[in-house]
């Protein structure tokens, strides 16, 4: 489990109200919820012969012994709030969150055991084109982010019949080259044999790809409903690739699934992915709701968007006030905070713990600053402040403290 560091917070806040200014304006609205969920609640979702279910969820029993889990993923937990709050009855639903999300799995970079998702669902739209607005939502994104090399695949799972279909020609065929399967696989096999077509396995790559394939097996309606997808994406200008092997590694899963992918991170190439789940609400217990959804790992997000030469976030104060002398320090937060109240969303930060005139303008220089404000008692005998660039050649000058907000929100502004 990994620190963000202030440094690399302030980039992280960036990323994050891009990302969430883009989704808002879809009109998705923000839910919060809870880091605990009753075990079961992922269980039914997501599915016991998953790798998340069976190896990587942290779960322990409470002090009235029921089965808690730190949830692995979202869009469960959002269900099971939508059917706890009624929101899904007689209504439709866009909404979004962000947060830690916790898997017992090989650390590695970009990957940790609590990580952070974005996590954006529509419940209650049946059609393609939620689907593709939620793809769209993302390329607006990239291009928010001035992100590059990244590619779009799409495919269908079908409708559940189909699926069940598509699943028993799996078994055959797996079941015909048995002795070629790994560990993995075999155990899939009598499971969830499209997890299978996830294998990450080199040696089974070739077994893979003479496997059959789905799009051969789907009724009409499915295959009209990408088709659909298909055409609007292209009529957006969205490029996209239809990946036949694409399955999600979620047992709720049908129709639309789709990844954005990256050359740009190694191994770690899924930036954002999801798909529709039209059966989950009713498997959770609610009334049967259409649904789609993607979910997107920030600490890959950020590391793309530094890959791509994005510009670090800055956690710098705008300001430093130096006060020095007797008397200067209570003049010095009472001017700080007047600069907060004229200047919305200016950084002050006063110099605390005292010091000789020398050593705070160090820490100013240190504190990052673009200026440093200077009270001294000559300065308030004379009810003006010193105003230094500490960023540029520029010197030092002398402004009257009722012109001093106007004069910073002119330096900062240009």
């Given at each position: 489990m990994?620190?963000?560091?202030?440094?690399?917070?302030?980039?992280?806040?960036?990323?994050?109200?891009i990302v969430c200014?883009?989704?808002?304006?879809?009109?998705y609205?923000?839910?919060?919820?809870?880091?605990?969920?009753?075990?079961?609640v992922f269980?039914?979702a997501?599915?016991?012969?998953?790798?998340?279910?069976?190896?990587?969820?942290y779960?322990f029993r409470?002090?009235?012994?029921?089965?808690?889990?730190?949830?692995?993923?979202?869009?469960?937990?959002?269900?099971r709030?939508g059917?706890?709050?009624?929101?899904?009855?007689?209504?439709?639903?866009?909404?979004?969150?962000?947060?830690?999300?916790?898997?017992?799995?090989?650390?590695q970079?970009?990957r940790?055991?609590q990580?952070?998702?974005?996590?954006?669902?529509?419940?209650?739209?049946?059609?393609?084109?939620?689907?593709?607005?939620l793809?769209?939502m993302?390329?607006?994104?990239?291009?928010?982010?001035?992100l590059?090399?990244?590619?779009?695949?799409?495919?269908?799972l079908?409708?559940?019949?189909?699926?069940?279909k598509?699943r028993?020609?799996?078994v055959?065929y797996?079941s015909?080259?048995?002795s070629?399967?790994?560990?993995?696989?075999i155990?899939?096999l009598g499971?969830?044999?499209?997890?299978?077509?996830?294998?990450?396995?080199?040696?089974?790559q070739?077994?893979?790809?003479?496997?059959?394939?789905?799009?051969?097996?789907?009724?009409a309606?499915?295959?009209?409903?990408?088709?659909g997808?298909?055409?609007?994406?292209?009529?957006?200008g969205?490029?996209f690739?239809?990946?036949?092997?694409?399955?999600r590694?979620?047992d709720?899963?049908?129709?639309?699934?789709?990844?954005?992918?990256?050359d740009?991170?190694?191994?770690q190439g899924?930036v954002?992915?999801?798909?529709?789940?039209d059966?989950?609400v009713?498997?959770?217990g609610?009334?049967?709701?259409?649904?789609?959804?993607?979910?997107?790992?920030?600490?890959?997000?950020v590391?793309?968007?530094?890959a791509c030469?994005?510009?670090?976030?800055?956690?710098?104060?705008?300001?430093?006030?130096?006060?020095a002398g007797?008397?200067?320090?209570?003049?010095?937060?009472?001017?700080?905070?007047?600069l907060?109240?004229v200047?919305?969303?200016?950084?002050?930060?006063?110099?605390?713990?005292?010091?000789?005139?020398?050593s705070?303008?160090?820490?100013?220089?240190k504190?990052?600053?673009?200026y440093?404000v200077?009270?001294?008692?000559?300065e308030?005998?004379?009810?003006?402040?010193?105003?230094?660039?500490?960023r540029t050649?520029?010197?030092?000058?002398?402004v009257?403290?009722?012109?001093?907000?106007n004069?910073?929100a002119?330096?900062?502004?240009g």
């Amino acid at each position: 489990m990994n620190d963000i560091l202030p440094d690399v917070s302030a980039t992280w806040q960036l990323v994050e109200s891009i990302v969430c200014d883009v989704i808002e304006s879809y009109g998705y609205r923000e839910i919060r919820l809870p880091v605990l969920e009753h075990t079961e609640v992922f269980a039914r979702a997501i599915g016991d012969a998953t790798d998340i279910v069976e190896k990587e969820m942290y779960t322990f029993r409470d002090r009235n012994d029921e089965s808690l889990t730190m949830r692995p993923e979202a869009t469960a937990g959002m269900v099971r709030a939508g059917i706890t709050n009624g929101l899904f009855h007689n209504q439709r639903q866009k909404l979004w969150t962000l947060g830690p999300m916790f898997r017992y799995e090989k650390p590695q970079k970009g990957r940790y055991r609590q990580f952070h998702q974005f996590d954006v669902e529509a419940m209650g739209y049946a059609g393609p084109d939620i689907d593709a607005e939620l793809i769209i939502m993302c390329a607006r994104m990239w291009e928010r982010l001035g992100l590059s090399r990244l590619s779009l695949e799409i495919n269908t799972l079908g409708s559940p019949q189909t699926r069940e279909k598509y699943r028993e020609e799996l078994v055959s065929y797996f079941s015909g080259v048995k002795s070629q399967l790994d560990e993995d696989s075999i155990r899939r096999l009598g499971k969830n044999p499209l997890r299978i077509l996830d294998s990450k396995n080199p040696e089974m790559q070739e077994l893979v790809a003479a496997a059959p394939v789905m799009t051969d097996y789907l009724d009409a309606e499915s295959a009209a409903h990408f088709d659909g997808l298909k055409s609007i994406l292209d009529a957006a200008g969205v490029a996209f690739e239809v990946n036949p092997r694409l399955v999600r590694g979620l047992d709720y899963y049908n129709l639309t699934v789709f990844e954005w992918i990256t050359d740009a991170l190694g191994s770690q190439g899924a930036v954002c992915a999801g798909g529709r789940y039209d059966g989950l609400v009713e498997k959770l217990g609610g009334r049967s709701t259409p649904a789609i959804g993607w979910a997107m790992g920030a600490e890959r997000l950020v590391a793309l968007y530094e890959a791509c030469g994005g510009e670090a976030g800055n956690s710098a104060p705008d300001v430093y006030v130096v006060a020095a002398g007797d008397g200067a320090f209570a003049a010095g937060m009472k001017l700080a905070e007047q600069l907060r109240d004229v200047i919305a969303g200016l950084k002050v930060e006063l110099n605390l713990g005292g010091g000789s005139f020398k050593s705070q303008l160090k820490r100013a220089d240190k504190s990052g600053a673009a200026y440093a404000v200077i009270l001294g008692e000559d300065e308030i005998a004379r009810n003006e402040a010193g105003l230094k660039p500490l960023r540029t050649g520029e010197d030092q000058t002398s402004v009257a403290l009722d012109e001093l907000a106007n004069a910073l929100a002119e330096r900062l502004k240009g």
